[in-house]
Nanobody, 117 residues
């Protein structure tokens, strides 16, 4: 079993920056990829960025060049550095951990990010 806890959300002005953190606990060895998804009101959950234990990353086109995902395997923590934030980045951001082979998903409770003009 894996527990994921996010932090770092908040209110930020457009053009500003924010850094999200997600720490995994429990059977962390079973997790291959960790990442971030987001969901805005009235919209479906969408992938933001993912990172495997080997360092392979994947980004949504909408955040490429602005967001950076990183992973500290010692602390079992994944980060999302968000720069040049836009109004459309407003959403609840969820930490995700994907189990090796099976692809089972673990989810955090989410952290709210609000970008204002």
């Amino acid at each position: 079993q894996v527990q994921l806890v996010e932090s770092g959300g908040g209110l930020v002005q457009a053009g500003g920056s924010l850094r999200l953190s997600c720490t995994a606990s429990g059977s962390v060895f079973i997790i291959n990829a960790m990442g971030w998804y987001r969901q805005a009101p009235g919209k479906q959950r969408e992938l933001v960025a993912t990172c495997t234990t080997s360092g392979s990353t994947n980004y949504a086109d909408s955040v490429k060049g602005r967001f950076t995902i990183s992973r500290d395997n010692v602390k079992n923590t994944v980060y999302l550095q968000m720069n040049s934030l836009k109004l459309e980045d407003t959403a609840v951001y969820y930490c995700n951990g994907k189990v090796r082979v099976s692809g089972y998903d673990y989810w955090g409770q989410g952290t709210q990010v609000i970008v204002s003009s």
